[in-house]
């Protein structure tokens, strides 16, 4: 299947983005973070982002994965993906920097607890999205779990965000949600 912009491929994409956004919206109100709901992932919207995702749509998973298998993307990165996660900080990529201790060179810095719940709600959503009825809440811990040992995190942003995928997969939602409020509220982790 060769990237097309097409008005199957515009309608297709405008639609995911804006169902797994009001997913995002709604778990985030479910928690309180009613600002964070309300702006997640407004980049995609913007041309930078929208087109490639038109471009690259195939409805089963994110558009960015399929633009950086293709060959006519001699990049071999995709501009959209660095766009998306430089403004969004409920991507764990974008507390990537340089330590200190320049020797150490990069590393993941601790997320603040807003963006790792944010990060959780993500997850969420987009798994339901691109499985749809065969969701599970195991699905975000098993989408986290082929790419962790990839991943560059901070360790206790990776503790804090795999306890909550843990809790999701083995007590649902309903459980997970209310740890998560209650974490709000304390303030930090």
Avoid at 21 to 41: A, I, P, T
Avoid at 67 to 93: D, I, P, Q, V
Avoid at 113 to 130: G, P
């Amino acid at each position: 299947m060769e990237a097309a912009m097409t008005l199957h491929n515009l309608w297709g994409h405008f639609h995911t983005i804006t169902v797994h956004k009001f997913r995002v919206m709604k778990n985030c109100f479910r928690v309180g973070l009613y600002k964070q709901g309300l702006l997640h992932d407004l980049s995609k919207y913007g041309p930078e982002e929208f087109i490639p995702g038109v471009i690259y749509y195939q409805g089963d998973r994110s558009p960015i994965n399929r633009e950086k298998e293709l060959k006519t993307c001699s990049r071999g990165y995709s501009a959209a993906w660095l766009h998306h996660k430089g403004r969004n900080k409920h991507h764990y990529e974008y507390w990537i920097d340089f330590t200190t201790d320049m020797s150490k060179g990069l590393a993941g810095h601790k997320m603040p607890l807003k963006y790792v719940i944010e990060m959780m709600m993500d997850r969420i959503a987009a798994s339901k999205t691109y499985k749809g009825k065969d969701y599970t809440d195991a699905s975000p811990w098993e989408y986290y779990s082929h790419a962790k040992k990839y991943m560059v995190i901070a360790p206790e942003t990776a503790r804090l965000l795999e306890e909550l995928l843990l809790m999701l997969k083995e007590h649902g939602e309903e459980r997970t949600f209310a740890y998560m409020k209650a974490l709000l509220k304390n303030g930090d982790y």
